[in-house]
């Protein structure tokens, strides 16, 4: 990859203001906040101060119970975010502007990487403040073992999440295809057949990466060999995304 492929800063702000001006885009990302907090601390506020796990077993785990919903905004801000170039000839005109390919890819996922990084970061410690204050004696705090670690692990896994739904989206055009498959795959899949494959579970994308907010990791990773295991989901979907952005005609 040479210097005239890496993203500018004239091309990563027509990337943002594309994002900002898709309303499905914008609402997902505002979503990942909204979902992952409300549905957090409406839980903590209505059975927190019943007994130690009453959000889970695993109370720094529990902290961030509605993650379980936000990364399903995270897949869709990945997927809208990237679906608008492939649809109306939209690429053809971001060519016109910026013809190469390499550095159209790399700037929307810059744009993805950021906002969702971002959001992330914020979600997960107004998540954790939040909601453990609600906790009563059984709340968490930030001095915590592991309550850092967790806050920041929990951004990044929303990052990676919404980056291996846009590398998806790229590869085969469609954020309605990537949205119905993937979050199936990632909230379903793991309870029917996690009994029958074992202990390969663990890799998958969202069990290994939420292994960083766990107090104890499970099998073979921890916590930040997890979040690797889930960056290298992501890395995949965006290398074959590229591929599939550079050979297909716009």
Do not use: C
Not at 67 to 85: H, M, P, R
Not at 215 to 231: C, I, N, Q
Request: no cysteine; charged share 10%; glycine share 14%.
């Amino acid at each position: 990859m040479t210097a005239a492929a890496l993203p500018t800063v004239p091309v990563l702000h027509s990337e943002w203001i594309k994002i900002r001006s898709a309303r499905a885009a914008l609402g997902s990302l505002i979503t990942v906040f909204a979902a992952t907090v409300g549905i957090t601390v409406l839980t903590a506020a209505a059975i927190g101060t019943s007994e130690p796990g009453a959000l889970g077993e695993d109370r720094l785990l529990g902290a961030f119970f509605g993650i379980n919903f936000g990364q399903i905004a995270a897949i869709a801000f990945g997927a809208t975010a990237f679906a608008g170039e492939f649809r109306g000839g939209a690429l053809r005109v971001s060519l016109t502007a910026v013809p190469n390919r390499t550095r159209l890819y790399l700037s929307k996922a810059a744009a993805v990487a950021g906002l969702a990084f971002v959001v992330g970061q914020i979600t997960g410690l107004v998540t954790f403040v939040a909601g453990q204050a609600l906790m009563g004696e059984y709340g968490l705090s930030l001095g915590d073992p592991g309550a850092l670690r967790a806050v920041f692990g929990s951004g990044i896994y929303l990052t990676l999440i919404a980056l291996l739904s846009a590398g998806l989206t790229a590869l085969v055009r469609s954020g309605t295809l990537v949205m119905s498959l993937l979050i199936p795959f990632l909230l379903i899949l793991p309870f029917v057949v996690g009994q029958v494959v074992g202990g390969a579970m663990q890799f998958m994308p969202d069990r290994a990466g939420q292994l960083v907010m766990r107090t104890h990791a499970e099998g073979s990773l921890g916590p930040w060999s997890g979040l690797a295991v889930t960056a290298l989901w992501a890395l995949v979907a965006l290398g074959a995304g590229w591929l599939a952005v550079r050979r297909r005609d716009a």
